[in-house]
């Protein structure tokens, strides 16, 4: 049963992920990009269970690499497009 | 009691959150609302982090919080300090390591507690799990690598061997996999 629900998960958010992309103007596609690598940082979640279970000493080791990974992935993810997205705005205001 | 609270809160707190991450996806889709959903986005991932903390069966913090403050420290630091002309490639790095760290959280499963036996379905998302994590980590660094221009022919060659090695690797992987 947990393999056809997290089946239908899986097939849903393939059609969402297509239809939130699917119309969107060239010049956001980066920034987009850069956003939607951020969201996968969601992997994080899996990596504080593998971290702090202390199943045993290598899956404690791996987990803290992985939270720490994730955790760039995150932070640097969010920081960087909104970065993009400043100098997106403040170029468009200039040219008004 | 208080488990089956704390948990049903927690699970609602991962809906709310995709819910944010949908919106921010939505408004990121716009120029006039792309840094909001930004914004709402990283919202969305701040609550999802908090409900993981509570998750059931996490007895020691100690290691989470170091791996949070470095990669917090990193990611940052990145972020900040990269010009604005070399963000294609930051972003790669970025998506690199997320890649890395799905790789390392399939390996961390495969060490399960003595005596609880993995079913062959979490064997297999495992396995999906450290050959995407690892075609992620892969691709992207060939693609910062082209992207910062240093990769030349002889680094080419070497990452193609690194490509190679870990091709055997996924064999071997799933060979053991359904041996298993």
Redesign the interface.
């Given at each position: 049963m947990?393999?056809v629900f997290l089946t239908f998960i899986l097939v849903l958010s393939i059609f969402?992920g297509f239809e939130?992309?699917s119309?969107?103007?060239a010049?956001?596609h980066?920034?987009?990009?850069?956003?939607?690598?951020?969201?996968?940082?969601?992997?994080?979640?899996?990596?504080?269970?593998?971290?702090?279970?202390?199943?045993?000493e290598?899956?404690?080791w791996?987990?803290?690499?992985?939270?720490?990974?994730?955790?760039?992935?995150?932070?640097?993810?969010?920081?960087?497009?909104?970065?993009?997205?400043?100098?997106?705005?403040s170029r468009?205001g200039g040219a008004k | 009691m208080e488990n089956i609270n704390l948990n049903l809160i927690a699970n609602l707190s991962y809906i709310v959150a995709a819910a944010l991450f949908i919106f921010g996806l939505k408004m990121l889709g716009s120029p006039a609302t792309a840094r909001k959903g930004n914004m709402l986005s990283s919202i969305g991932m701040l609550i999802a982090v908090v409900a993981g903390l509570t998750a059931e069966g996490i007895v020691d913090f100690k290691y989470i919080a170091a791996g949070m403050i470095i990669g917090t420290i990193i990611g940052a630091a990145a972020a900040r300090m990269i010009a604005m002309t070399s963000m294609p490639e930051m972003v790669a790095l970025f998506n690199g390591s997320g890649g890395i760290a799905s790789l390392l959280v399939g390996w961390g499963t495969l060490y399960a507690p003595a005596g609880e036996v993995v079913s062959t379905f979490t064997a297999v998302t495992i396995i999906l799990a450290i050959l995407i994590g690892g075609m992620t980590f892969t691709g992207s660094m060939i693609a910062y690598g082209k992207l910062s221009e240093t990769i030349g022919s002889w680094r080419g060659c070497l990452l193609w061997a690194n490509v190679l090695f870990n091709s055997l690797l996924l064999i071997a992987l799933i060979g053991s996999g359904v041996m298993f």
């Open positions: 947990e393999l969402l939130l992309i119309k969107v103007p010049t956001l980066t920034p987009l990009m850069s956003g939607a690598n951020a969201i996968s940082g969601i992997t994080l979640a899996g990596a504080f269970l593998s971290a702090g279970m202390q199943n045993s290598y899956a404690t791996l987990g803290t690499a992985a939270v720490a990974f994730a955790t760039i992935n995150v932070v640097g993810g969010y920081l960087v497009t909104d970065r993009m997205l400043a100098m997106f705005k468009k | -």
